[in-house]
């Protein structure tokens, strides 16, 4: 079956990095995009970007770009996502999820990031 | 970009009634592009409906969506207790977009 599996939760300073690695398992990993979505403590979803595990590109929400870099290592059907210069307001649960057509019909379990001094 | 706004922002409603939740879209959009998710507490968000009105792979019918151009609908014909969460629509374009959330609760 289809899994997902995240890294553990993180507690970071703020203007350290943070590195969250995704797991894939029970399919093709090349054959779907991989987003990153994160979720603010009683906010709803905030999409962050995805790559493509077949080449590599990458496509991120203007807001991260310059702090967020998402790579794949499709030798062990991994997904990261590193996120620097890390704020307060960066603390959040953060999730991988397979992109299949048009939603994403696959999610981890989540990992949450917490920053703070 | 396009801003997705949910109403109601909370809907409160007894099992075995029907909810409906808007997803309005601040322009036109194609419905291949709008999806659906349920989301309970500590957990991710679980796809519902995608293309507007396909349901993913096992979500009941009781489930439906549907909607074109701004105005998309989530229709539960009869809640079960398990269906009390919190929705959000989505839009996939090159920006992925979420609405802000209606939050199902029991009456």
């Known amino acids: 079956q289809v899994q997902l599996v995240q890294s553990g939760a993180e507690v970071k300073k703020p203007g350290a990095s943070v590195k969250v690695s995704c797991k894939a398992s029970g399919y093709t990993f090349t054959s779907y995009t991989i987003s990153w979505v994160r979720q603010a403590p009683g906010q709803g979803p905030e999409w962050m970007g995805w790559i493509s595990t077949h080449n590599g590109n990458t496509n991120y929400v203007q807001k991260l770009q310059g702090r967020v870099s998402m790579t794949i290592d499709t030798s062990t059907n991994t997904a990261y996502m590193e996120l620097r210069s890390l704020r307060s307001d960066d603390t959040a649960v953060y999730y991988c999820?397979?992109?299949?057509?048009?939603?994403?019909?696959?999610w981890g379990q989540g990992t949450l990031v917490t920053v703070s001094s | 970009e396009i801003v997705l706004t949910q109403s109601p922002g909370t809907l409160s409603l007894s099992p075995g009634e029907r909810a409906t939740l808007s997803c309005r879209a601040s322009?036109?959009?194609?419905?291949?592009?709008l999806a659906w998710y349920q989301q309970k507490p500590g957990q991710a968000p679980r796809p519902l409906i995608y293309g507007a009105s396909s349901r993913a792979t096992g979500i009941p019918d009781r489930f439906s969506g549907s909607g074109s151009g701004t105005d998309f609908t989530l229709t539960i014909s009869r809640l079960e207790p398990e269906d009390f969460a919190v929705y959000y629509c989505q839009y996939y374009g090159s920006s992925r977009t979420f609405g802000q959330g209606t939050k199902l609760e029991i009456k």
């Open positions: 322009q036109s959009v194609s419905s291949t592009y």
């Open positions: 999820a397979r992109t299949s057509g048009w939603y994403e019909d696959y």
